[in-house]
């Protein structure tokens, strides 16, 4: 029991003589600091901003853009690293003399502050390799220099309807996170000149076309705060996508055509080249969205280009199998108007001499089509007399004889009755007639032309609204 009493005792005698030997922190760092500057910050208090009870206290602020390492079309922001570098004049820092005095990073813990803050940031930290990246330097009439070195990934809201022919226009937003306008004022101190570095860099994607900057307001609940914005433009270099994704694509289509030289009869080199296409293309696309956000508020451009040439492909697919069924059931192309009169005979044929004509040479068919043609208009004909025949005998009766008013109408009727179904039966196998396929060998021909030239179309039409609009 002694001699627990004697060992709480001597420790009570230890823990009083070591406070009574300690010293206050902020004395300590005063001793060892030279007589200018303890004279300075001998009742300094951190705590009060300068000119606490004379109005705010103005900030200026300017910016050196060291790197723009990345920007993130999925996420939305980009990250840099920056100087930051802030000036303000402190009353209580006046000193005598003609030189400014550079002191240690770590001697701010000494001194007040703004408290900046990044208003979009994401993810930042200031470097300290190999110590805080940090700089302080006072001024005799009490100016005071604050530069630190910040990495920061900041979000930046990005419109990917023109992908990959956007520009994007990012911004930078420094805020004071406590103190409001009627204690603080941020300005920059060389206007637009006060953010650099940015004419020197070289990004991966795009170019800086414009920056400036603007100095506003934040209003929230809690008051309104000073806020200076800087604002930069991005331009995509579009070069890399051209090589990577629509040269390749026009390639595909271009290739989709070759099946149009290729022989109806060679029905797998035809199927082969249009399957082929088609899935070539689908992996084209999927590889063109793994850089991209999935949102569905996005049809970007580059999603309509792919879209246009996957038309262009499967529709070559499709003209084939067009091709073949109207090879097959080329006996469709050959009937006849049904109004013929009984007494007329129909020509008909097998559909063995059908196929047989269908793997003639072209020369050989071409006589047929005469001869067909030459069917049809007599077919015409003999329909166009049976139906004046009635009008041509009304009218040399009229003119013999005075017959009465019912026959007339008796005789108009008989006219209209039979004038009116003929004349829209021309009218329906003249547009039958139009889209009629006599040879399903011509298909192919109209293809060549008719699918270059609507691509080239459709091109032109497409980047001169996206370059220009």
């Not at 010293?23 to 009060?48: F, M, R």
């Not at 084939?320 to 044929?349: D, G, I, N, R």
């Not at 015409?380 to 003119?399: E, H, V, W």
Request: glycine letters at 4%; one cysteine or more; hydrophobic letters at 40%.
């Amino acid at each position: 029991m002694y001699s627990l009493k004697c060992c709480s005792l001597r420790a009570l005698f230890l823990l009083i003589l070591y406070r009574s030997m300690q010293v206050p922190e902020a004395e300590g760092k005063s001793e060892i600091l030279p007589p200018t500057i303890q004279k300075i910050i001998k009742g300094y208090n951190k705590y009060l901003r300068p000119f606490f009870d004379n109005g705010p206290v103005s900030v200026g602020m300017s910016m050196d853009i060291a790197s723009i390492d990345t920007i993130s079309e999925i996420n939305m922001d980009y990250t840099a690293t920056i100087f930051l570098r802030q000036r303000w004049t402190d009353e209580r820092l006046c000193f005598d003399g003609n030189k400014s005095l550079s002191l240690d990073g770590r001697l701010v813990e000494m001194l007040w502050v703004p408290d900046t803050f990044i208003v979009d940031s994401k993810r930042s930290f200031l470097h300290d390799v190999t110590v805080e990246n940090r700089l302080i330097r006072i001024y005799p009439n009490g100016t005071v220099l604050y530069a630190i070195r910040i990495t920061t990934t900041v979000s930046c809201s990005m419109d990917l309807t023109k992908y990959p022919m956007d520009k994007q226009t990012c911004t930078l937003q420094l805020e004071s996170w406590g103190y409001n306008i009627n204690d603080v004022m941020f300005y920059w101190t060389r206007g637009n000149d006060s953010v650099r570095g940015l004419d020197t860099l070289r990004l991966a994607q795009y170019t800086v076309e414009d920056h400036f900057t603007s100095v506003s307001e934040a209003v929230y609940e809690t008051g309104r705060y000073p806020k200076l914005v800087f604002h930069f433009e991005l331009k995509r270099n579009i070069l890399y996508f051209i090589l990577e994704t629509y040269v390749p694509s026009i390639l595909l289509v271009v290739l989709s055509w070759v099946s149009f030289w290729i022989s109806q009869s060679s029905v797998p080199a035809r199927i082969c080249i249009g399957v082929t296409t088609v899935l070539t293309m689908t992996t084209l696309m999927m590889g063109a969205r793994t850089s991209l956000p999935n949102a569905n508020c996005f049809i970007k451009a580059i999603d309509v280009y792919l879209g246009i040439c996957f038309s262009f492909i499967f529709g070559a697919l499709l003209e084939y199998a067009v091709t073949h069924f109207c090879t097959l059931h080329q006996l469709s192309s050959k009937e006849l108007p049904m109004c013929l009169t009984p007494c007329e005979p129909v020509p008909t044929e097998t559909a063995s001499e059908l196929m047989a004509k269908a793997e003639e040479p072209p020369a050989a068919r071409k006589d047929d089509d005469e001869d067909d043609e030459e069917g049809k208009n007599r077919a015409l004909a003999a329909i166009t007399n049976n139906c004046s025949a009635p009008d041509n005998t009304n009218k040399i009766n009229s003119n013999k004889s005075n017959q009465t008013s019912i026959d007339r109408k008796s005789e108009r009727s008989k006219h209209s009755v039979c004038s009116s179904p003929m004349s829209v039966m021309k009218r329906l196998f003249c547009i039958f007639d139009c889209f009629h396929v006599k040879n399903p060998y011509h298909i192919d021909n109209y293809a060549r032309f008719s699918f270059p030239l609507s691509f080239i179309i459709i091109n032109v039409l497409y980047w001169v609204y996206y370059l220009y609009f």
